[in-house]
């Protein structure tokens, strides 16, 4: 039984929260709110966070991909799924795109989460929302904030190549062509800086910054804001030909705890991409940022969890739009 309350106290309820009460999430179309699966599968947050946690354990690289999977899936489309669809029919996928080939991972870590979820709420729990919450966790595991994530996404029943292609930022993009991709998803320069930061986790394949190793000025000089003895120490297992697959690890000192090292190396010029330290040279306001979150580690936190909430509500599929699918990699039927 529910305790009895006082007659004269006084409730707040969050506006989200008493819709669910009262009303089917379906009718709340374009609204995304953390307690969406509350009735309709009280388990799914546990599901995710059990298999995510059991993946990182195994694999500590995997939280930085399901990371990386979320953001590149919201770029492309808004944050409905698209990228975990297999080529099939009309479809082809995104997983062939310039930023995804040979990179990308992870699916199969999804495939298991949706398993486990359609047998416990058949047709309930979104492949988009799987992404969103198993990039918070990811990053809760490896020592990073945590945050509600707004859920109620829906799937997409298609998938983009050529904005896969466009849409996320490359490596070798200028800062203003990222900082103009980050723009046109509705995001600023406060979240470039800050979603920069999950580089803390994760690595980089040698072909994404060789050219800063040998010839970044087209006249085979090396990045002059890449710290030399940093650059001597990265050219050994990044050659001028060959090891294109090679790995590094863009926090080299932390790699697998999410903290404000990124930034830190960055001030020391050494950051792995040059899309990562041209945030420290190329602008003063990202710069100053960037010299904020090197000195104050729970302000980057708390800026990070923010700009994640944020890019998950690009663009998300809700009500009657899309479908939920039964199996990520295709749509249903």
Known sequence: ??????????????LALALVLC???ATFAGVLYPQFYDFSCPQAKDIVNSVVSKAVAKDARMAASLLRLHFHDCFVKGCDGSILLDSSGTIT??????????SIRGFEVVDEIKSSLEKACPQTVSCADILALAARDSTVLTGGPSWDVPLGRR?????????????????????QTILTKFKLKGLHIIDFVALSGSHTIGNARCTSFRQRLYNNS??????????????????????????????????????????????????????LLSSDEMLYTQNQETMELV???????????????????KMGDIAPLTGNHGEIRRICRRING
Do not use: H, W
């Open 155 to 175: 799937d997409s029943l298609g998938a983009s190549l050529s904005g896969s292609n466009q849409n996320i930022p490359a490596p070798n993009n200028t800062f």
């Open 218 to 271: 087209g006249y085979g000089q090396p990045d002059f804001s890449l710290e030399q003895s940093y650059a001597a120490r990265l050219r050994v297992n990044c050659p001028r030909s060959g090891g294109d697959q090679n790995l590094f690890a863009m926090d080299p000192e932390s790699p697998r705890k999410f903290d404000n090292g990124y930034y830190k190396n960055l001030i020391g010029l050494k950051g």
């Open 23 to 25: 009303f089917p999430p």
């Open 291 to 309: 010299r904020r979150y090197a000195a104050n580690q729970d302000e980057f936190f708390d800026q990070f969890a923010k700009s994640m909430i």
């Open 1 to 14: 039984m529910m305790p009895q309350l006082a007659t004269n106290a006084i409730f707040v309820v969050p």
């Open 93 to 102: 996928s995104e997983k062939r795109s310039v930023p995804n080939r040979d």
